[in-house]
Nanobody, 125 residues
């Protein structure tokens, strides 16, 4: 079982930056491919970014490519999402997610087995 706790959300002006963190429980964090998703009111959950178990390969949704960076520190059991050049349309609840052990990164929400509770990001214009 993997438990995930996000932090770092908040209110920021357009053009600003935020860094989200996701702390994972357990001793198997390095065995889990990880991802970030977001969900705005009235919209479906959207893929933001994914990273493989070692951190050597990363993947991004088209709407955030070039602005967001996903990374992980396996020694600290922590996943990160650095968000730069934020836009009002980035406003959403952001979730971190983990795949079951020894799987590659996934791009759909249904491919993830463990989810955090989410952290709100609000970008004002």
């Amino acid at each position: 079982q993997v438990q995930l706790v996000e932090s770092g959300g908040g209110l920021v002006q357009a053009g600003g930056s935020l860094r989200l963190s996701c702390a994972a429980s357990g001793r198997t964090f390095s065995s889990n491919a990880m991802g970030w998703f977001r969900q705005a009111p009235g919209k479906e959950r959207e893929f933001v970014a994914a990273i493989d178990r070692s951190g050597g390969s990363t993947y991004y949704g088209n709407s955030v490519k070039g602005r967001f960076t996903i990374s992980r520190d396996n020694a600290k059991n922590t996943l990160y999402l650095q968000m730069n050049s934020l836009k009002p349309e980035d406003t959403a609840v952001y979730y971190c997610a983990a795949r079951r052990a020894n799987m590659g990164p996934g791009f759909g929400a249904s491919s993830y087995d463990y989810w955090g509770q989410g952290t709100q990001v609000t970008v004002s214009s």
